[in-house]
């Protein structure tokens, strides 16, 4: 989202945001396709689009758009000229991503750009593939069927075999298929009658055909240094479409050694979620509060809602196993595994740090917060809420304004010194166990003003991290 923000700079950004999150649309196909003639990027582009389920673009349809007035100029041009201005090549690129279909289901760009000029032109209107793909050639031969995923993909391979395999080229005019001579003749005779050789296929026309692309390619790369996968399409084509798909459903990760994944121990108002807060805010860590996310599962009516709220209704604790099955959903979501995460709540005694254990969730950094009752007592027990505006105060550090608000403040029953006592000696009866569990937790005091506390954090974050964890 702030990716977009950037790009089209919105004069009113909060109906841009909502619009935005409402898409839903952050992780579908972006992903352009270049190559050589004959290289098969056009059939390999094309499975792409069918197993992603996305929308390919090239050249020849974008110009062959219906009830487009920019598709009608376009068309005209490149029958007198043979070519598409690339201003208007850019606009037809940009007329279509805006349409529905791209929006919902993503893109794949077949050969475009075709010169440094539209890279430029693409990334100055605000197109940005997630994935760029080059191909080599593949020996196995043209095909109408291709796509492209969200990458920058590119193909390469030998002239001399290219000019060859653009040489076996047939063209079927009555369904517009393409087939080759060698790696790709239909076994039909009537269809073997009627194929014809498709023009500009010519020794000659391909070497001219190549030199121009060696010419383009070389300055279109650097426009995509850290999403280009090139791609030997000299093999089967089933291999080069396995290699291509692979890439692209790949999550770019973060530059870091490792991916960040932390956890915060300790009692009732240790100030688990200040904390928490502070390291989404500053390392873009996704903050997961386990407590927060069932409070959501019941809100939004998910899957899980019938299996917690009979829990929440009777203010019984919420199973372990549904527990993990809500967080799962969460830390396997594309953010967390890109940027890492930093959850609380969870896991709060011996049984809970096996079960997150077993389910594949190994933090990489854990910290306990220890604070005596006395402070913590001091933080809880003196909070209270206003019933008619909502606000929050505390006796102590955020008093009202006035004794009318002071009046009417009332006390969340779970703030009672007596329950309080309660939850902390649940935390520290099990608090040993877990210490021993993660060997390599660091213990903080976290009696101390809450920045400082941060800093300390911050200090294990940052540090290398141990050889052995995982």
């Given at each position: 989202?702030?990716?977009?923000?950037?790009?089209?700079?919105?004069?009113?950004?909060?109906?841009?945001?909502?619009?935005?999150?409402?898409?839903?649309?952050?992780?579908?196909?972006?992903?352009?396709?270049?190559?050589?003639?004959?290289?098969?990027?056009?059939?390999?582009?094309?499975?792409?689009?069918?197993?992603?389920?996305?929308?390919?673009?090239?050249?020849?349809?974008?110009?062959?758009?219906?009830?487009?007035?920019?598709?009608?100029?376009?068309?005209?041009?490149?029958?007198?000229?043979?070519?598409?201005?690339?201003?208007?090549?850019?606009?037809?690129?940009?007329?279509?991503?805006?349409?529905?279909?791209?929006?919902?289901?993503?893109?794949?760009?077949?050969?475009?750009?075709?010169?440094?000029?539209?890279?430029?032109?693409?990334?100055?209107?605000?197109?940005?593939?997630?994935?760029?793909?080059?191909?080599?050639?593949?020996?196995?031969?043209?095909?109408?069927?291709?796509?492209?995923?969200?990458?920058?993909?590119?193909?390469?391979?030998?002239?001399?075999?290219?000019?060859?395999?653009?040489?076996?080229?047939?063209?079927?005019?009555?369904?517009?298929?393409?087939?080759?001579?060698?790696?790709?003749?239909?076994?039909?005779?009537?269809?073997?009658?009627?194929?014809?050789?498709?023009?500009?296929?010519?020794?000659?026309?391909?070497?001219?055909?190549?030199?121009?692309?060696?010419?383009?390619?070389?300055?279109?790369?650097?426009?995509?240094?850290?999403?280009?996968?090139?791609?030997?399409?000299?093999?089967?084509?089933?291999?080069?479409?396995?290699?291509?798909?692979?890439?692209?459903?790949?999550?770019?990760?973060?530059?870091?050694?490792?991916?960040?994944?932390?956890?915060?121990?300790?009692?009732?108002?240790?100030?688990?979620?200040?904390?928490?807060?502070?390291?989404?805010?500053?390392?873009?860590?996704?903050?997961?509060?386990?407590?927060?996310?069932?409070?959501?599962?019941?809100?939004?009516?998910?899957?899980?809602?019938?299996?917690?709220?009979?829990?929440?209704?009777?203010?019984?604790?919420?199973?372990?196993?549904?527990?993990?099955?809500?967080?799962?959903?969460?830390?396997?979501?594309?953010?967390?595994?890109?940027?890492?995460?930093?959850?609380?709540?969870?896991?709060?005694?011996?049984?809970?740090?096996?079960?997150?254990?077993?389910?594949?969730?190994?933090?990489?950094?854990?910290?306990?917060?220890?604070?005596?009752?006395?402070?913590?007592?001091?933080?809880?027990?003196?909070?209270?809420?206003?019933?008619?505006?909502?606000?929050?105060?505390?006796?102590?550090?955020?008093?009202?304004?006035?004794?009318?608000?002071?009046?009417?403040?009332?006390?969340?029953?779970?703030?009672?010194?007596?329950?309080i006592k309660l939850r902390m000696d649940l935390f520290y009866r099990s608090a040993a166990d877990l210490e021993q569990f993660y060997r390599q937790a660091i213990t903080l005091n976290g009696?101390?003003?809450?920045?400082?506390?941060?800093?300390?954090?911050?200090?294990?974050?940052?540090?290398?991290?141990?050889?052995?964890?995982?």
């Amino acid at each position: 989202m702030l990716e977009q923000l950037l790009i089209h700079q919105p004069k009113d950004p909060i109906p841009f945001m909502i619009n935005h999150l409402q898409r839903d649309n952050d992780y579908v196909p972006k992903i352009v396709i270049l190559g050589p003639p004959a290289s098969g990027k056009t059939t390999i582009a094309m499975w792409l689009c069918k197993h992603l389920n996305s929308n390919l673009l090239s050249v020849g349809n974008l110009i062959a758009k219906e009830f487009s007035s920019l598709a009608a100029d376009a068309r005209r041009h490149y029958q007198k000229f043979k070519t598409v201005p690339s201003m208007l090549l850019i606009r037809l690129v940009q007329e279509r991503l805006s349409e529905e279909d791209c929006v919902r289901r993503g893109w794949i760009l077949d050969g475009i750009p075709e010169t440094r000029e539209q890279a430029l032109m693409i990334q100055t209107v605000g197109i940005v593939p997630r994935h760029v793909s080059e191909w080599p050639p593949t020996p196995w031969g043209p095909s109408p069927r291709a796509a492209a995923p969200r990458s920058t993909i590119v193909l390469s391979a030998p002239d001399t075999v290219l000019i060859e395999r653009n040489l076996g080229k047939r063209l079927d005019p009555q369904t517009g298929e393409v087939y080759h001579t060698t790696f790709d003749w239909p076994p039909e005779s009537e269809i073997q009658k009627r194929l014809m050789v498709p023009a500009g296929i010519s020794e000659g026309e391909t070497a001219l055909k190549l030199l121009e692309y060696h010419r383009n390619i070389t300055r279109i790369l650097p426009s995509y240094p850290k999403i280009l996968k090139v791609i030997p399409a000299d093999q089967p084509c089933v291999d080069v479409f396995s290699q291509a798909l692979t890439y692209v459903q790949s999550i770019h990760r973060s530059n870091a050694p490792f991916t960040p994944r932390v956890l915060l121990c300790g009692p009732v108002g240790s100030g688990k979620s200040l904390q928490a807060a502070l390291l989404a805010q500053k390392y873009g860590l996704v903050n997961v509060c386990c407590g927060q996310l069932l409070k959501e599962a019941v809100a939004d009516k998910s899957k899980y809602c019938e299996m917690i709220l009979p829990f929440f209704e009777k203010e019984t604790a919420v199973p372990d196993s549904i527990i993990m099955k809500v967080l799962s959903q969460r830390l396997d979501q594309q953010d967390c595994v890109e940027r890492g995460w930093v959850l609380h709540g969870f896991p709060r005694d011996l049984d809970q740090a096996h079960v997150l254990d077993s389910w594949g969730y190994k933090p990489n950094r854990v910290f306990f917060l220890n604070v005596p009752f006395d402070s913590i007592a001091e933080r809880l027990t003196l909070r209270r809420t206003d019933p008619v505006t909502g606000e929050r105060y505390h006796l102590m550090y955020k008093p009202p304004p006035t004794m009318e608000i002071q009046a009417r403040l009332l006390q969340n029953p779970k703030d009672a010194e007596e329950r309080i006592k309660l939850r902390m000696d649940l935390f520290y009866r099990s608090a040993a166990d877990l210490e021993q569990f993660y060997r390599q937790a660091i213990t903080l005091n976290g009696d101390q003003d809450p920045y400082t506390v941060f800093e300390y954090i911050e200090s294990g974050i940052i540090n290398p991290l141990p050889k052995k964890v995982p």
